[in-house]
Structures are given as structure tokens and as C-alpha cells.
């Protein structure tokens, strides 16, 4: 498990990206992580800020990575639902604080929620976070969970 610091870390890199560019990053980062185990590689993603994003090289990443995102995105959209809006999750009043925060309070809340109840690797969670957490700062909480359950 990753610490707070390295969470913090994590969420902090990613949040002045757009959330095109995160998506991007999503895909290269899952892209990533099958070749490092494919080639039984360190895992980049084991730690919360991946490797250093470069704007520039995302805006080549390839399609097959951009799909990647979706497919994840797609797959585990209902998850992610429950964990950011049903108030019957136990991490849902910890993430319905954070969101009266701000967008970075959310992401490091979300993304902890993501490595220890999902088991995701905090270099995927992270990312997931802020996309999630830049969502929710465009509009009230309870407006963003409405729209999302409607799109479920």
C-alpha cells in the first residue's frame, strides 16, 4: 500500500492535465503495465505517480492505448459508481467529505479507495482518481452521481 505522501504525489502530477490527456495517460499506463508484465519488468505502476508525464508524447499515444482506457473505463464504471455515490459504501462519507474540498482533497480520498478496496495499482488508481475528481469539481456531487447513474 502506498503511503498518503506518495498518493498526494501521485494525484498532485496528473491534476493539470485535461481529462482528454488523463484518459490518454490511463491507456498508456495499463499499455505499459501489460508489456512490464509480458516482459517480467518492474512494474511502473506500483508507484502512485508512474513515470514522468510528458503532454507532448501523450498526444502520440496510439489508439490501441486510447481504447485501453475505454475498455477499463467501461468495465469497471459500475464499481466505481458505488464506491464514489452509494451512500451504502463505507468509503462514501470519507468521499463525500473530500469532494466539499476540492478536486485534489477527492482524488488522494478516491485513489487510496481504489488501491485497498479494488487492489488496484496506485499508478492506475491515481489517474482513475482525478478523472473522477475533475468530473465531480465541474458540477455539485449530487448532480455528477445523477448524471452517472442515468448513464449506467
Known sequence: MPSK???????????DLSTDELQLELGKRLVDTRRELDSDKDLMAVRATGQTIDRQALQSVGDFARGAAERFLKKFNKQMYSLVCDAGDPDHAAIRSAATQGAEALGYVISG???????????????IAVIIAKRVANSSYEAFCEEWKERL
Open 113 to 127: 479507495a481504489l488501491v485497498v478496496s479494488f487492489g488496484w495499482l496506485p499508478g492506475i488508481a491515481t489517474v
Open 5 to 15: 505522501t506518495e498518493l498526494e504525489a501521485g494525484v498532485k502530477a496528473l491534476l
